[in-house]
């Protein structure tokens, strides 16, 4: 075997194209697992029952399935959000650029969030204890827009507060 067919190490130009992806590709990995059968509504309704139930003994059976819904698409939302933050700084620190926000990255990031929806309610089309919807994908796109439109909100407060402080000290 020659020496040429032995791989070397990696490049450190590709690992520090990667290091900011890592977070995101670890979430897609969280992601992955919560739609396996073990997080399915009998599962979680389980785990949640006994949880509620130890804080307070008197929750009725319906009330304990409205909140255990709730929880469930809160879920969705929150989730599916934290991968599209994870999303905007990957792309961010991958496409550079002088602004702290560009819609750019906000777009990249909902197109991946939406792959990964999609892709996660095709996979548990195939799992016979979940069911596939695609207002679970409305749900989760929700939550990515969110969390874009916090994003955005803060980088534009945070420069313009900055743009304040340097023109009244350069008045000075």
Same mark, same amino acid.
């Given at each position: +075997?020659?020496?040429?067919? =032995? *791989?070397?190490? +990696? ?8 290091? *900011? ?8 990995? =969280? ?6 059968? =073990? ?12 949880? !509620?139930? &130890?804080? @307070?003994?008197? !929750?009725?059976?319906? /009330? #304990? /399935?409205?909140?255990? #819904? ?5 879920? %969705? $939302?929150?989730? @599916?959000? !934290? ?12 496409? *550079? ?17 939406? &792959?990964? &929806?999609?892709?996660?309610? $095709? %996979? /548990?089309? $195939? ?6 919807? *695609?207002?679970?994908? +409305?749900?989760?796109? +929700?939550?990515?827009?969110? #969390? /874009? ?24």
């Amino acid at each position: +075997m020659s020496s040429s067919a =032995v *791989p070397g190490p +990696m490049p450190a130009s590709f690992l520090r194209r990667l290091l *900011p992806w890592l977070p995101t590709l670890l979430w897609l990995s =969280v992601l992955a697992s919560f739609s396996t059968d =073990v997080f399915s509504a009998e599962h979680t309704g389980t785990v949640l029952w006994k949880i !509620i139930h &130890a804080l @307070y003994s008197g !929750i009725t059976e319906r /009330q #304990f /399935q409205a909140l255990h #819904f709730l929880v469930r698409k809160a879920a %969705h $939302f929150g989730s @599916y959000g !934290i991968l599209g933050v994870f999303a905007f700084y990957s792309w961010r620190a991958s496409l *550079p650029a002088r602004p702290r926000w560009t819609i750019r990255w906000s777009g990249l990031a909902l197109l991946l969030t939406l &792959a990964a &929806a999609a892709l996660d309610e $095709f %996979h /548990q089309s $195939f799992v016979s204890s979940r069911t596939a919807s *695609p207002r679970d994908v +409305m749900l989760d796109m +929700m939550g990515a827009v969110f #969390f /874009q439109v916090v994003i955005a909100s803060f980088t534009s407060l945070s420069s313009s507060a900055r743009r304040r402080k340097t023109s009244s000290t350069s008045r000075k």
